[in-house]
C-alpha cells in the first residue's frame, strides 16, 4: 500500500507560479512511477507529468511541457510539480497517483491517489 497526500495548491494570478507537493508513505518501489494529474472543473482527470521513483525519467502532457517541472526527493519521499506561468486553464484539482512504470507506458488507471489539492489560476 501507498498513502499520497498533496500540497501547495492555492490562488494564483496568470502568469504566477506554485509549487505542488506530494508526500508518499508505505512500499514505494524503485520501478513506481509518481503522477500528477489535473482534473478541470467538469472534467475528467488528464495526465500531466511522471517520474520514475528509481531512475528520475520524467514524462509530461504536450500541453504543459515547458511550463511545469516534476522531480522528486528520495531521502523525504516526496514529489513535486513546479509549475509557472500558469493559465486559467490550468485551474482545477490535482492529483498525485502512484503506481508502476508499466501502468504508466500502458496508460493504465494508477492504483494509488491522493485527495488532491485546489489551484485556481484567476484575476
Known amino acids: 500500500q501507498v498513502q499520497l497526500v498533496e500540497s501547495g495548491g492555492g490562488l494564483v494570478q496568470p502568469g504566477g507560479s506554485l509549487r505542488l507537493s506530494c508526500a508518499a508513505s508505505?512500499?514505494?518501489?524503485?520501478?513506481?512511477?509518481m503522477g500528477w494529474f489535473h482534473q478541470a472543473p467538469g472534467k475528467g482527470r488528464e495526465f500531466v507529468s511522471a517520474?520514475?521513483?528509481?531512475?528520475?525519467?520524467?514524462y509530461y502532457a504536450d500541453n504543459i511541457r515547458g511550463r511545469f517541472t516534476i522531480s522528486r526527493d528520495n531521502a523525504n519521499n516526496t514529489v513535486y510539480l513546479q509549475m509557472n506561468s500558469l493559465q486559467p486553464e490550468d485551474t482545477g484539482l490535482y492529483y498525485c497517483?502512484?503506481?508502476?512504470?508499466?501502468?504508466?507506458?500502458?496508460?493504465?488507471?494508477?492504483?494509488?491517489w491522493g485527495q488532491g489539492t485546489q489551484v485556481t489560476v484567476s484575476s
Open positions: 497517483a502512484a503506481d508502476s512504470v508499466e501502468s504508466l507506458l500502458r496508460h493504465l488507471e494508477f492504483r494509488y
Open positions: 508505505g512500499h514505494i518501489l524503485s520501478n513506481y512511477a
Open positions: 517520474i520514475v521513483w528509481g531512475g528520475g525519467n520524467t
